[in-house]
């Protein structure tokens, strides 16, 4: 009598490991904010993390510089005095609530570029003034959470094609 030897499957998955994997892209925001060699942005969980502890006062003022804010105009966002923001020393850590402001500037201006094409036509955009915000322009709204949620409403419109 022979015994039939039942052959067992092996237990393998084969699917391509891409669709897991993290391929190291970052969305482009990470670069407005990356402009110090201190930070080093591999996922969303480091901005959560750099947003907890807090950014260095030069990762601050390298994204003003990139998005064309003076340092004034950047105080009036962040909820800090000028003077404040000036005595730090550029290594310092700023506090977690000017670096989350810091984290939806930069995405905010990440999105601008996106819907315009190009950063130049939207810091003309976030610069004047407009109807739609009651004659003020959008830069000065966002020293608000409600203000940013407008401009990025604004920006949905403007990327379907609705202006008014």
């Known amino acids: 009598m ?3 030897t039942k052959k067992e499957a092996q237990s393998v998955l084969h699917e391509p490991m891409v669709a897991y994997g993290n391929m190291g892209t970052m969305p482009s925001f ?3 904010l990356g402009g110090t060699k201190a930070l080093t942005l591999n996922s969303d969980f ?3 993390n750099l947003a907890r502890q807090g950014f260095p006062k030069s990762a601050l ?3 003003a510089k990139k998005i064309s804010l003076t340092l004034q105009e950047l105080a009036v966002i962040l909820h800090i005095s000028e003077r404040t923001l000036q005595r730090y020393e550029d290594d310092a850590i700023i506090k977690t609530e000017y670096a989350e402001k810091a984290v939806e500037l930069a995405r ?3 999105r601008g570029q996106e819907v315009f094409g190009s950063m130049d036509k939207f ?3 976030i610069k004047t003034p407009s109807l739609i915000f009651k004659g003020e ?3 000065t709204i966002l020293d608000t959470s409600a203000g940013f949620d407008m401009v990025f409403k604004e920006l949905g419109r403007i990327e379907h094609g609705i202006f008014a």
């Open 46 to 48: 480091d901005i959560i």
């Open 61 to 63: 003022l390298s994204l």
């Open 123 to 125: 810091k003309t955009w």
């Open 137 to 139: 322009a959008p830069v």
């Open 2 to 4: 022979s015994y039939k």
């Open 108 to 110: 905010l201006y990440t």
């Open 30 to 32: 990470y670069n407005l």
